[in-house]
C-alpha cells in the first residue's frame, strides 16, 4: 500500500492568509488557489475586487502546477515553443494551463499540492505563491 503526503485544510488556510495579508498591504487584490497533491480545490479565495475571470484561472494554475509537478508558467513557454516542449493541447484537458503564478509544494521531494494567485502581474502572481509555500514549509517543520 502507498500513502500518499498531501496539503491539510490548515496549510491552505496559511497559505490563503499569507497572501491575502500581502496582496493588501501592496493595496490590490487577487483570486488564491490552493489544491492537493491531485490538483483538486482545497480553498479558493477571491478577494474583493478581483477578477471573476480570475477565479477559474487560479483554479486551474494551482491544478497544472500539482498535476504535472511544476511551475504552470514552464508549460505555458513550452506552448509557445513547441520546439522546446510540448503542445499543452495533447493533454484534452481543459484545466490545464500555461500563465505564470502556479507552483508546486515541494516537501521531502514529494509534490504535496499547489499554490497559484492570478489577477496581478506574472511577476507578482509569483512571488505571492512563493510566500505562501516558504510558510506552509515553516509551519510543518
Not at 474583493?48 to 486551474?60: I, L, M, Q, R
Amino acid at each position: 500500500m502507498r500513502q500518499e503526503l498531501t496539503l491539510s485544510d490548515h496549510d491552505a488556510r496559511i497559505a490563503v492568509e499569507v497572501i491575502r495579508a500581502e496582496t493588501e498591504k501592496r493595496g490590490k487584490s487577487a483570486v488564491i488557489a490552493v489544491v492537493d497533491s491531485r490538483g483538486e480545490l482545497i480553498s479558493l479565495l477571491r478577494m474583493d475586487g478581483a477578477a471573476f475571470s480570475s477565479v477559474n484561472v487560479a483554479t486551474n494554475k494551482a491544478f497544472t502546477a500539482a498535476r504535472l509537478k511544476r511551475p504552470s508558467s514552464l508549460i505555458g513557454r513550452n506552448a509557445r515553443h513547441p520546439e522546446t516542449g510540448f503542445n499543452i493541447s495533447y493533454y484534452s484537458d481543459p484545466r490545464y494551463i500555461g500563465f505564470s503564478g502556479g507552483l508546486p509544494v515541494i516537501i521531502d521531494g514529494q509534490t504535496v499540492g499547489a499554490v497559484a494567485v492570478s489577477g496581478l502581474t506574472e511577476a507578482e502572481d509569483e512571488e505571492l505563491a512563493e510566500l505562501a509555500i516558504t510558510a506552509i514549509r515553516a509551519a510543518n517543520s
